[in-house]
Antibody, heavy 119, light 106 residues
Framework: QLQLQESGPGLVKPSETLSLTCTVS??????????WGWIRQPPGKGLEWIGS???????DYNPSLKSRVTISVDTSENQFSLKVSSVTAADTAVYYC???????????WGRGTLVTVSS | EIVMTQSPGTLSVSPGERATLSCRAS??????LAWYQQKPGQAPRLLIY???TRATGIPARFSGSGSGTEFTLTISSLQSEDFAVYYC????????FGGGTKVEIK
């Protein structure tokens, strides 16, 4: 059964770079049928798509975040990663990784990890 | 950016009753719409995609309808486990979520 698990620091200082990794188990991240994505949710608020990646390395980013976001994939480790640069308190959120279908909806999600931006 | 507007913000319903949730797009998204359920402390769960196709394992009491700019999620007879927040998401042009509808016990 496919599972996704986010990992990374729970606290990041303002102006620094947030880095998270999503480990996929139960299936190969190199499956040609799927993309892999990141979504975030500020406390008590709604969902915001950050971006997606294919195993080949092809990426799509939310235009509103594109200048600060990098998503990469490591097929040997069955992982994909997220970096958000120059973070502020507005980047405080639960960050989810998820599997994205060819059509852009997400059918499987990780449990999420809270990242707080604070000095 | 396509803006997704969900209404109402909160819906109070008694167990066993029918719940109707609305989602409106600022421009046509064809049938490229998904619905998710999120319970406190949990990740969202896919309920519906393609506006009306139930995801794997989703009970038949959940149904989706609509196309273009107007969409509806109907829960035919609310069970205790259905009280949650529901989000719509368009994927016709990039990807955006609605603000959510909270379904609470009346």
């Amino acid at each position: 059964q496919l599972q996704l698990q986010e990992s990374g620091p729970g606290l990041v200082k303002p102006s620094e770079t947030l880095s998270l990794t999503c480990t996929v188990s139960g299936d190969s991240i190199s499956s040609s049928s799927y993309y892999w994505g990141w979504i975030r949710q500020p406390p008590g608020k709604g969902l915001e798509w950050i971006g997606s990646i294919y195993y080949s390395g092809s990426t799509d980013y939310n235009p509103s975040l594109k200048s600060r976001v990098t998503i990469s994939v490591d097929t040997s480790e069955n992982q994909f990663s997220l970096k958000v640069s120059s973070v502020t308190a507005a980047d405080t959120a639960v960050y989810y990784c998820a599997r994205r279908q060819t059509y852009w909806y997400f059918d499987l999600w990780g449990r999420g990890t809270l990242v707080t931006v604070s000095s | 950016e396509i803006v997704m507007t969900q209404s109402p913000g909160t819906l109070s319903v008694s167990p066993g009753e029918r719940a109707t949730l609305s989602c409106r797009a600022s421009q046509s998204v064809s049938s490229n719409l998904a619905w998710y359920q999120q319970k406190p402390g949990q990740a969202p769960r896919l309920l519906i995609y393609g506006a009306s196709t139930r995801a794997t394992g989703i009970p038949a009491r959940f149904s989706g309808s609509g196309s273009g700019t107007e969409f509806t999620l109907t829960i035919s007879s609310l069970q205790s486990e259905d009280f949650a927040v529901y989000y719509c998401q368009q994927y016709n042009y990039w990807l955006t979520f609605g603000g959510g509808t909270k379904v609470e016990i009346k």
